[in-house]
């Protein structure tokens, strides 16, 4: 249940593994749920999902405090851990599953990726222009159990080792004010 005080986010980084990683670490986060949002049919499931022939990107729902964190700090953070410069791509994830995108749930998150987007472009963090997708929310489906906290579960799991690892770190480097103690 979802407090009056608090905010959904809606994100795509790729694998949501990876995401999900990166946001249950962040101060003010109360929730990550991994799933998908963007697509054409109705409780898809992962193995469909995979097949990139559903339309939906595999995605994290954060509930947040934004008296702790913000939705632009959030923003931040997921432009800063993955790469939102390769078109249904992040590292060996290849498809439209893997898109980069924000799905917004207010026109005010609207308007703040976008002005996030603009300033990140217009100060030439990333050599390649910005390819993520900014469309409002629509549905959005729970992935299987097994699926939560997966990084937390499989560490030694060497797709953990090599792509979730470096994000965590870049996570620490960049923003170790905003992490959970």
């Avoid at 100060?123 to 469309?135: A, K, S």
Wanted: aromatic share 12%; proline share 3%; net charge negative.
């Amino acid at each position: 249940m979802i407090d009056k005080n608090t905010e959904i986010a809606i994100l795509a980084g790729g694998c949501f593994w990876c995401t999900e990683a990166v946001f249950e670490r962040v101060v003010g986060v109360i929730d990550v749920i991994p799933g998908f949002s963007g697509g054409a049919i109705k409780n898809p499931a992962y193995r469909e999902i995979i097949t990139g022939r559903t339309g939906h990107a595999e995605a994290i729902q954060i509930e947040f405090d934004p008296k702790i964190t913000s939705f632009e700090e959030l923003l931040y953070i997921f432009f800063s851990t993955h790469d939102p410069t390769t078109l249904n791509r992040q590292q060996y994830d290849v498809g439209t599953q893997y898109r980069s995108a924000i799905f917004y749930t207010s026109e005010d998150q609207h308007k703040i990726a976008k002005k996030v987007i603009d300033r990140i472009t217009s100060e030439n963090i990333f050599n390649d222009p910005i390819v993520t997708e900014v469309t409002e929310a629509g549905a959005f489906y729970k992935a299987e159990e097994e699926h939560k906290e997966y990084y937390s579960n499989h560490r030694q799991q060497q797709y953990c080792q090599v792509i979730i690892d470096p994000k965590i770190k870049k996570l620490k480097e960049l923003f170790s004010e905003k992490l959970k103690k």
